[in-house]
């Protein structure tokens, strides 16, 4: 599969979030979003791009990048945002693992500030609607930290399909280790999900 042929829409809706790629302009606001969340992210995203952003100038050069690894389709970094208010509630990551087998992976956090409310929940179905729709994804795949209940809900909340297990593939300071659980979901299996 060509990764031309495909291009992941932006924006787009589910009931209760506009999701969207990050834009120029977005500077502002998401060096703000970053210094709110460093400690929230430290343990298990601590080397997500939102996790250690030095300044509004720094995060506004990050979310260009961003746009243009979008428009070549290297990855897909989508801010999730309240319909009502317009909050940043989450952010949806989805990266093209294999074109010819058409995976994918997802990956997620939640702003500390609207963790418990169902936002990552809601946006990763949206998310996993296009690419196993527009995008013609075989198989969608997920990596979280065993330790990460929340993102264990989520993912068992998506019907996905706990596949296997890596021992110890995570340090933390204070020299502790955590494994990784590895999800999966193929096309037919959310079809059926779906129907």
Known sequence: MEKI????????????????????GDGSWFYAMSLRNRGHLSRFEADNVAANVESEAAAEELVGELEAAWKAR????????????SDFVAQIYV??????LSEFQVGYFADIDH?????????????????????NA???????????????RVAERCN???????????????????????????????KANAA
């Open 5 to 24: 042929k495909y291009e992941f829409p932006t924006p787009f809706e589910s009931e209760r979030l506009i999701l969207r790629s990050y834009q120029p």
């Open 74 to 85: 290297n990855c897909f970094f989508i801010g999730a945002f309240e319909k009502q208010t």
């Open 95 to 100: 990266g093209p693992v294999d074109w010819n």
């Open 115 to 135: 963790e418990g409310q169902g936002f990552v929940t809601e946006g990763v179905k949206a998310v996993l609607a296009i690419l196993f729709g527009k995008m």
């Open 138 to 152: 075989h198989r969608v795949r997920l990596e979280c930290d065993e330790s990460n209940s929340r993102s264990i």
């Open 160 to 190: 996905m399909t706990r596949e296997g297990y890596l021992r110890e593939n995570r340090r933390h300071l204070g020299e502790t280790y955590s494994g990784s659980y590895i999800y999966g979901l193929l096309k037919a299996e959310f």
